[in-house]
């Protein structure tokens, strides 16, 4: 009987091991991003193909790091670029931000992030800092896009100086 309470130790310390570890690889949500460079916006409407998954105002922001990388074509570690993304409302032929849809974030740890060319790809459903939409789903929901800009270290976007 002895080696119940053991083996129920041993179960429960590899099941915070493995939480802990599945915790770490999540991408944290990226605070104070507005106050990072604005990097480009767009809109992209009805009739672009990636209009159902995409469609809105885009708004992207870089921390230092990222910035970095933008210049130099390669992003070092550390570097967050953040994909603001809300509806477009159009009225009195203006169009202006509504709602949140999501917020994407790319994070870059080359050691974390092997198996997605070093990067960490999550998104932030509406204003919520918690509410994931990518989580473990990354590879299929993000990176089979950007594989192909792998020349670009698997970024679309580019620094406007």
Known sequence: MRSLPTLFTALLAMG???ATAVAADLVPYPVGYRDWAHVKSMVIEPG?????????LHHLYANEKALQGYRAGRFPDGSVIVFDLLSAVSADNAVTEGPRKVLGVMHKDAVRYAATGGWGFEGFVGDSQTERAV???????????????????????????
């Open 16 to 18: 915070t091991t493995t």
């Open 48 to 56: 672009h193909p990636l209009f159902d998954s995409f469609g809105g």
């Open 135 to 161: 989580a473990d789903k990354a590879v299929t929901a993000c990176f089979g896009c950007h594989e192909a800009r792998k020349d670009s270290d698997y970024v679309f976007s580019a620094w406007r100086p």
